[in-house]
């Protein structure tokens, strides 16, 4: 039997199901925010800046959903950066070590950052410059970067 509200509730499913996304391919709100055009050195400025001022869908925004859900930074934890500078050099990710997943992607770069980091919680040297990557993924040209993993520069 049809009803409005099993109309409802399939209508609810299937946005509760587009809004999960899959680990290889960026969200359509992603894509609607955050431009192909844009270069991996503006992505990674874009997710710091979002985390400097503690906005979590902002840096969600730039990162795949995997990232974005292990990443402490975008889940209330402030590193306190000061000093941050962002290369603008991108390099080919060197994948062979590297999971499944990030293998998945046809394009996979990294750009390294350094920053001073304040709280002394977060493992990094406090007051010190620290040298740190971001690896950006896309699967084509007209895909975003979003960023996949983070470690050391």
């Not at 007051?127 to 983070?150: C, F, K, M, N, T």
Request: hydrophobic fraction near 35%; aromatic fraction near 8%; glycine fraction near 10%.
């Amino acid at each position: 039997m049809f009803t409005w509200s099993s109309v409802g509730l399939t209508l609810a499913f299937a946005v509760a199901v587009a809004g999960c996304g899959s680990p290889g391919q960026a969200r359509a709100d992603v894509v609607q925010q955050h431009t192909a055009s844009e270069v991996p050195d503006d992505v990674v400025r874009a997710y710091l800046d979002a985390v400097q001022h503690e906005d979590e869908d902002g840096a969600a925004q730039v990162s795949t959903p995997g990232f974005a859900a292990q990443d402490q930074w975008q889940h209330g934890v402030d590193p306190g950066l000061k000093d941050v500078d962002v290369s603008s050099e991108v390099a080919p990710h060197d994948t062979t070590s590297s999971p499944d997943e990030l293998k998945a992607y046809e394009q996979v770069v990294s750009v390294q950052v350094t920053f001073t980091v304040t709280d002394p919680d977060q493992g990094f040297s406090t007051g010190e410059p620290s040298g740190w990557g971001y690896v950006l993924v896309r699967h084509s040209d007209q895909e975003p970067w979003l960023i996949a993993e983070a470690g050391n520069g």
